[in-house]
């Protein structure tokens, strides 16, 4: 009789049965909670790569890695920074294969992939300041332009920032004063390189 108590229908094992039902009630939480901040994984990867082809490939990875390892997330409600994290440090291994920047660059230097020259003079330092600007988001230290992204892109709160990126609150503030005091000082260079044009 107690055989048969452990026996579901369709003729399951009760630990099998509470297993699947756990697997698919997992699922579902994960696709509810990507729905919630699914292209998050891309912008972030975006803004360290400055690539759009390796920033997808990098999302593809970090919603892949996120799904396979949800189940050891304990805390469900910090999915989003979770999730930031894991892309983040896959973009971080991305940017640092020697290999892959020299590829970037030669492929970005190369003068068939510049910008097309703009026809009207304003549509002209409007791309010349764009494209400074990333250049000059780009030369920021990692660390500095992680936050600066986080904050400025992504609307981020400093203490969300913060357990994003796994660092005291303090420390969120000093990195944005930083890297708004570097980004300023190399955006004042380029409006003084326009001026005397």
């Not at 229908?9 to 297993?19: H, K, Q, Y």
């Amino acid at each position: 009789m107690q055989e048969l108590a452990l026996i579901q229908p369709g003729g399951m094992a009760r630990d099998e049965f509470l297993r699947e039902a756990a697997q698919a009630e997992a699922r579902r939480e994960f696709e509810e909670r990507l729905a919630e901040c699914g292209a998050l994984a891309y912008r972030v990867a975006r803004g360290v790569l400055r690539n759009s082809a390796d920033a997808e490939d990098v999302a593809q990875e970090a919603l892949l890695r996120a799904y396979r390892r949800f189940d050891r997330l304990r805390d469900r409600n910090r999915f989003r920074a979770w999730l930031v994290r894991i892309a983040f440090r896959l973009a971080l291994d991305r940017l640092r294969s020697s290999k892959r920047r020299e590829q970037r660059d030669m492929f970005l230097s190369h003068p068939a992939h510049q910008p097309p020259a703009a026809t009207a003079e304003d549509l002209a330092v409007s791309n010349e300041f764009q494209a400074h600007l990333d250049r000059a988001l780009g030369e920021l230290p990692e660390k500095l332009r992680l936050v600066l992204l986080l904050g400025a892109m992504e609307g981020h709160t400093i203490d969300e920032i913060a357990a994003i990126v796994g660092v005291s609150a303090g420390t969120v503030k000093s990195r944005i004063f930083y890297a708004r005091k570097q980004l300023a000082e190399k955006l004042r260079c380029h409006a003084k390189t326009i001026k005397t044009r």
